[in-house]
């Protein structure tokens, strides 16, 4: 349940199992806790039972677990200097592969001066979701990338700096805006692209795929924990379908920060 460097890497969190990787917490289910533990016990014991594996899967339990009561992004442990000192909220910082970037010192400019605006990734910072790339500071300009807006958007510099910041607004777990976009336009108009290139810049798993008849199911918004963006692909609101008014009403809710009951 440990890295090289000892840290902890497997939580137990609101019932479910979740294990460090890559930057941030993935769910894992418990057939797999129990495989982790049989390999374990497998090199150093003999005689090995369903009934060792499960007791030792109990003690990890309490070994491994989260308070409830924890939201995430956190921090698990007292922040060091480098977070305290600096004020760095888990809510502005960014987990990818190989580090954690807290957003405002980046975009302030702060890493080149003395308070860092990234360290390294450490399974001490509590996320469900993270992008799954390398932060490279040095990238290279995205030609082709903007070359596409330039031509969905006939060069409107505005539109593109609007698309920009939404794409921004996704890599944090911050809904002060309470905003929803809505991409209009008429069909092959490049909102397909758009939309796939967010899903990969996000992950899998930090992306969810919606429609008004899923959102209206007994758990529809179950799909939704954990995740950075919720995506319908063409969403027709028909206002005397009590159901899609329903999965409206929740849309509305979850944009603006009320709880909203899985």
């Known amino acids: 349940?440990?890295?090289?460097?000892?840290?902890?890497?497997?939580?137990?969190?609101?019932?479910?199992?979740?294990?460090?990787?890559?930057g941030c917490y993935r769910?894992?289910?418990?057939?797999?806790?129990?495989?982790?533990?049989?390999?374990?016990?497998?090199?150093?014991?003999?005689?090995?039972?369903?009934?060792?594996?499960?007791?030792?899967?109990?003690?990890?339990?309490?070994?491994?677990?989260?308070?409830?009561?924890l939201e995430s992004p956190a921090w698990l442990q007292t922040p060091d200097k480098t977070r305290a000192e600096y004020g760095w909220r888990p809510s502005d910082v960014?987990?990818?592969?190989?580090?954690?970037?807290?957003?405002?010192s980046y975009i302030r400019g702060?890493?080149?001066?003395?308070?860092?605006?990234?360290?390294?990734?450490?399974p001490e910072f509590f996320a469900m979701s993270g992008v799954?790339?390398?932060?490279?500071?040095?990238?290279?300009?995205?030609?082709?990338?903007l070359k596409f807006l330039n031509g969905v958007f006939?060069?409107?510099?505005?539109?593109?700096r609007l698309l920009q910041q939404w794409f921004g607004y996704h890599l944090t777990a911050d809904y002060r805006h309470h905003k929803i976009m809505l991409l209009l336009g008429a069909p092959r108009s490049g909102k397909g692209t758009t939309l796939r290139v967010l899903q990969r810049l996000l992950g899998p798993k930090s992306y969810a795929?919606?429609?008004?008849?899923?959102l209206a199911g007994a758990h529809g918004t179950e799909a939704l924990v954990g995740k950075r963006a919720a995506v319908g692909g063409d969403i027709r609101i028909d206002p005397r379908d009590r159901d899609a008014v329903r999965s409206l009403q929740s849309i509305l809710s979850i944009s603006g920060g009320d709880e909203v009951e899985v």
């Open 27 to 69: 769910q894992i289910e418990d057939e797999d806790i129990e495989r982790v533990v049989q390999a374990s016990l497998g090199n150093s014991y003999h005689g090995l039972t369903s009934g060792k594996v499960a007791s030792v899967s109990r003690m990890l339990r309490n070994r491994c677990a989260v308070m409830s009561t």
């Open 209 to 214: 795929g919606i429609s008004l008849a899923s």
């Open 1 to 22: 349940v440990a890295a090289e460097s000892g840290a902890q890497t497997i939580r137990r969190y609101r019932g479910n199992w979740y294990r460090y990787h890559q």
């Open 110 to 122: 702060d890493e080149a001066a003395t308070i860092p605006a990234t360290i390294p990734t450490t």
């Open 132 to 145: 799954p790339v390398e932060f490279q500071p040095d990238a290279p300009e995205p030609t082709e990338w």
């Open 94 to 104: 960014l987990a990818t592969r190989n580090r954690l970037i807290h957003l405002p």
């Open 154 to 160: 006939g060069g409107d510099a505005q539109s593109i």
